[in-house]
């Protein structure tokens, strides 16, 4: 009994190692190429680099620890809606259909996950973290309230288990789930970097980083637009594509927002809520 603190002290240093391993996979990658092709030129060690940096680790062991019971109890509530036979018929899928069907189902809920961060109030009080970012380059895309990582993953993950689309309990099944998440992250990293790249007629159907730079835009058409992580389809499906061929002058929120990591986790918590932009000052802005 006494070893198992110490093995949890080595899971977690596991973990925290595994994650500074990817990060410089990723900053090998990017680094350069914001370097090369930046969109706008600014430091590596931007402002708020250490806060982002916090939230790379705190964001990348957090959702293991807490996901796993309310997605549980999700799924169960969820499994007594749906008819029986929907899981039954999925289970029999090739993998290659399980594996579209999941980014279909995946990408859609997080679309409404992410529309409704911006559109109720409480829900944006944590977005709002994310979007306080003035400088764009690929870590901002850690930066997150660890409640919004909570509900963002939850709402992707519950009906892709519940539609028994992955089975985190068998290997081969999660796996599929995993891929899925691991490409929708590493994506992420690609929108949010500072780079100027355009797809031409790719971003009909991947985001981009000039796809998702308007969605963190400061005045104008503010955040009202782009909620996709990958498939720019459901923005045009449910009518909040935007993508002129433009770049945003600005980014950030107008609501304050502390500049350290223990502030940005507190203030979501405590009264005054940030603020909504009211409908006609973002009618007057489009």
Known sequence: MAAEPYQDLFVLLFAAARLAVWLAVFAAVFAPIERIFALRRQRIFR???????????????LPGLVLGAPISLAVLAIHRAIPGGVPATIAGWPIWLKACATMAVGETAYYWAHRLSHRIPFLWRFHAVHHSAEELDFLVNTRMHPVDLVWSRMAMLTPVYALGLANPVRFGDGLIAAIVLIIGSAWGYFIHSNVRWRLGRFEWFLTTPGFHHWHHTRGGKRRDCNYASMLPVLDRIFGTHYLPNAWPERYGIDEPMPDSLAGQFIHPLAPPRPSLP?????????
């Open 278 to 286: 009211a409908k006609d000052a973002r009618a007057a802005g489009q």
């Open 47 to 61: 402002k708020e680099f250490a806060v982002d940096l916090g939230y790379y680790f705190l964001n990348g062991l």
